[in-house]
Nanobody
């Protein structure tokens, strides 16, 4: 079992930066692929960024490529999402997600159904 707790959300102006963090508990974290997703009001949850168990591969949605960076620290059981040049359309609840682990995939998965554990979400609001 993995428990995920996000932090770092808030209200910022367009062009600002935020850093989201996800703290994970559970013995499978270091072998789990991790992802960040977001959900705006009235919209489906969508993939934002993902990272493989080793950190060797990352993948981003086109809408955030070049502005967001995902990273992980397996020694600290954390994954982060650095968000720069924020836009009003980035406003959403951001969720951290983990797969079940112990598979050691070398590619990032982007479907919500491909992740087994989810955090409670953290709100990011970007004003224009």
């Amino acid at each position: 079992q993995v428990q995920l707790v996000e932090s770092g959300g808030g209200l910022v102006q367009a062009g600002a930066s935020l850093r989201l963090s996800c703290a994970a508990s559970g013995r499978t974290f270091s072998s789990s692929g991790m992802g960040w997703f977001r959900q705006a009001p009235g919209k489906e949850r969508q993939f934002v960024a993902g990272i493989t168990w080793s950190g060797g591969s990352t993948y981003y949605a086109d809408s955030v490529k070049g502005r967001f960076t995902i990273s992980r620290d397996n020694a600290k059981n954390t994954v982060a999402l650095q968000m720069n040049s924020l836009k009003p359309e980035d406003t959403a609840v951001y969720y951290c997600a983990a797969d079940a682990g112990r598979v050691y995939r070398t590619y990032v998965r982007i479907g919500t159904y491909e992740y087994d554990y989810w955090g409670q979400g953290t709100q990011v609001t970007v004003s224009s």
